[in-house]
T-cell receptor, first 118, second 113 residues
């Protein structure tokens, strides 16, 4: 069965601190995809990143970085020098290979609410 | 141009009514989805359409029915609304189901009184 666990329900930091959001996933498939989405207070869901199971290379995009480790089934997200505008709920999600028999939908974790205080 | 749009953004209605939420995407994607976000922010798939065929039908009540007049539209019809249907409903689209990122509409906040 597929599952995504975000153990941190809420995190509060002060601006300019670094923060890491944890994500642990479960899947039996060898081909799968991992995602992070951001949901700011305005409510929309914003796509941040996608990784496939064959690409364990870490990625950096500005102040954002992602660490994918298959050995620990984790896909963690780090924000460096956090800003007030980073305050949001962040969701980690998993999907499996549709052409391998999966239904292809996103399975979301319960989200981590990040509050960045000035 | 908005990639995935939904109307209405807010919907307040009484128990027992029938309502629809419309979704349109202009990304040329082949797959569209409906997700429900409950009061605890938990997101769960309801339906998806790939090339106008239903490929997921989770354990949602049959009062909910998706209708896709064409590849760019996936509407959600809800009959006999109940208090427990109050939630935010998100439409999304992607090119390939599973493999590609999904782009979400702004959400429709449904309140049933």
């Amino acid at each position: 069965a597929q599952k995504v666990t975000q153990a941190q329900t809420e995190i509060s930091v002060v601006e300019k601190e670094d923060v890491t959001l944890d994500c642990v996933y479960e899947t039996r498939d060898t081909t799968y995809y991992l995602f992070w989405y951001k949901q700011p207070p305005s409510g929309e869901l914003v796509f941040l990143i996608r990784r496939n199971s064959f690409d364990e290379q870490n990625e950096i995009s500005g102040r954002y970085s992602w660490n994918f480790q298959k050995s620990t089934s984790s896909f963690n997200f780090t924000i460096t020098a956090s800003q007030v505008v980073d305050s949001a709920v962040y969701f980690c999600a998993l999907s499996e290979d549709f052409y391998g028999g999966s239904q292809g939908n996103l399975i979301f974790g319960k989200g981590t609410k990040l509050s960045v205080k000035p | 141009d908005t990639a995935v749009s939904q109307t209405p953004k807010y919907l307040v209605t009484q128990m027992g009514n029938d309502k629809s939420i419309k979704c349109e995407q202009n990304l040329g994607h082949d797959t569209m989805y409906w997700y429900k976000q409950d009061s605890k922010k938990f997101l769960k798939i309801m339906f998806s359409y790939n090339n106008k065929e239903l490929i997921i039908n989770e354990t949602v009540p049959n009062r909910f029915s998706p209708k896709s007049p064409d590849k760019a539209h996936l509407n959600l019809h809800i009959n006999s609304l109940e208090l427990g249907d109050s939630a935010v409903y998100f439409c999304a689209s992607s090119q390939d189901p599973g493999a590609d990122e999904q782009y979400f509409g702004p959400g429709t906040r449904l309140t049933v009184t």
